[in-house]
Structure formats: structure tokens, C-alpha cells
């Protein structure tokens, strides 16, 4: 088996593709140990004591490295726990079923709650942000999740290396809040959440 690497827009994270689905749906994201342990791979990571972040998405691991960690030490260790993972076939998460994979509940909270009268504007938000949006933040190992739509506001959380990207804000702002305003007028605004 063989995982090729490839950098992100954030320079302290690096997206490892194991050439298999790593989720069947969505991703999900562990932040500090403690939450690392609902997952045997997450938790190995994390125990390697220079990592502040894991990324699952469909078909990658985005790992990110603490400040002042050099990936050129780190990256064959990650390499080594990615390759034992996946060439054992271990669960992905602690009581996984047979295949391997218990997806969890979607961890997205919300920041505001939605007004049912404006349901056909958040469907178009959500479309465009599963559509659009999505494939292309996980090109650079990262997701965003939809968190609410009030007053013309979209609140947007990002994850992976897109959560800790300097061009985060950018992204938000520049190319996200054009193609939403630009698609569903009563689009005003995006934040991050």
C-alpha cells in the first residue's frame, strides 16, 4: 500500500491519501485528544504528541502539525500509523461495524436557529454549499459545514486546514460570500462560526 501526501493552502497541515474511501459520507473532525477517542486512528495520531488536528473526509486524513513541529520529522511517523491502520483494516472508530466504518452523528451545531419561513433559501444555501462549496475545500483537505441563515447572514464553520488556513478568511469572504450572494439574493453576508 502506498500514501501519497499532498500540501494544503495552511502550511501546517498535510492531506494523506491512502488510494481508499477513508469515510463513506461526510467527515469528521477531532481537535485535542479527548475527542480522538472515539477513534483508534485519530487517537494514535494525537498520541504522537505533535499533532493539534485530524481531518477525515471521503477519501483522505488531513493532519494538522502543533506550531513549531517540522513535517519533515513528523510526516514519516503519520505515514506509519496511516499504512499500519489501513493494511490491518481496523475500525475507524472505536465500536465500528464489520467494514470498518460507524459514522458518527453530524457533529455540526448550530449557531442560529433557521426561520421555517425562510426554508427554501437555506435549501439553495445548503445545495450550493454541498455542491459547489464543499468539493472544493476538500481538494485542499479541509470541509465546511453549515451552522444557520438569519437576517441575510449565513454562518459557515470551517474544518480541517481550512479551520486554521490563512487564507481562511479569504476564502470566506472572496469566494464563498460571491457565489452565495450571486446565486441566492437574499444572501448578505457569510461569517464564520
Same mark, same amino acid.
Given at each position: 500500500?502506498?500514501?501519497?501526501? $499532498?500540501?494544503?493552502?495552511?502550511?501546517?497541515?498535510?492531506?494523506?491519501?491512502?488510494?481508499?474511501?477513508? *469515510?463513506?459520507? @461526510?467527515?469528521?473532525?477531532?481537535?485535542?485528544?479527548?475527542?480522538? $477517542?472515539?477513534?483508534?486512528?485519530?487517537?494514535?495520531?494525537?498520541?504522537?504528541?505533535?499533532? !493539534?488536528?485530524?481531518?477525515?473526509?471521503?477519501?483522505?486524513?488531513?493532519?494538522?502539525?502543533?506550531?513549531?513541529?517540522?513535517? =519533515? &520529522?513528523?510526516?514519516? *511517523?503519520?505515514?506509519?500509523?496511516?499504512?499500519?491502520?489501513?493494511? +490491518?483494516?481496523?475500525?475507524? #472508530? =472505536?465500536?465500528?461495524?464489520? +467494514? @470498518?466504518?460507524?459514522?458518527?452523528? /453530524? /457533529?455540526?451545531? !448550530?449557531?442560529?436557529?433557521?426561520?421555517?419561513?425562510?426554508?427554501?433559501?437555506?435549501?439553495?444555501?445548503?445545495?450550493?454549499?454541498? !455542491?459547489?462549496?464543499?468539493?472544493?475545500?476538500?481538494?485542499? @483537505?479541509?470541509?465546511?459545514?453549515?451552522?444557520? #441563515?438569519?437576517?441575510?447572514?449565513?454562518?459557515?464553520? *470551517?474544518?480541517?486546514?481550512? +479551520?486554521?488556513?490563512?487564507?481562511?478568511?479569504? !476564502?470566506?469572504?472572496?469566494?464563498?460570500?460571491?457565489?452565495?450572494?450571486?446565486?441566492?439574493?437574499?444572501?448578505? &453576508?457569510?461569517?464564520?462560526?
Amino acid at each position: 500500500m502506498y500514501i501519497e501526501t $499532498e500540501t494544503t493552502p495552511n502550511p501546517a497541515t498535510l492531506k494523506f491519501l491512502p488510494g481508499r474511501e477513508v *469515510m463513506p459520507a @461526510g467527515t469528521r473532525e477531532f481537535t485535542s485528544h479527548e475527542d480522538a $477517542e472515539a477513534s483508534p486512528l485519530a487517537e494514535a495520531l494525537f498520541a504522537l504528541g505533535d499533532v !493539534t488536528g485530524v481531518l477525515f473526509g471521503g477519501s483522505f486524513v488531513a493532519v494538522t502539525a502543533a506550531p513549531g513541529v517540522a513535517w =519533515a &520529522e513528523l510526516k514519516p *511517523m503519520v505515514v506509519s500509523i496511516l499504512l499500519d491502520h489501513f493494511v +490491518s483494516e481496523a475500525p475507524l #472508530f =472505536a465500536g465500528g461495524d464489520a +467494514s @470498518g466504518f460507524a459514522v458518527p452523528a /453530524d /457533529d455540526a451545531d !448550530t449557531v442560529v436557529d433557521d426561520d421555517p419561513a425562510d426554508a427554501d433559501v437555506i435549501d439553495q444555501i445548503k445545495d450550493l454549499i454541498e !455542491t459547489r462549496v464543499r468539493p472544493a475545500v476538500a481538494n485542499d @483537505g479541509g470541509d465546511i459545514v453549515y451552522r444557520g #441563515f438569519r437576517e441575510g447572514v449565513v454562518y459557515l464553520a *470551517m474544518k480541517g486546514a481550512c +479551520s486554521g488556513c490563512p487564507s481562511s478568511t479569504a !476564502t470566506l469572504k472572496n469566494g464563498i460570500e460571491t457565489l452565495l450572494k450571486h446565486y441566492v439574493p437574499e444572501v448578505t &453576508e457569510v461569517r464564520a462560526a
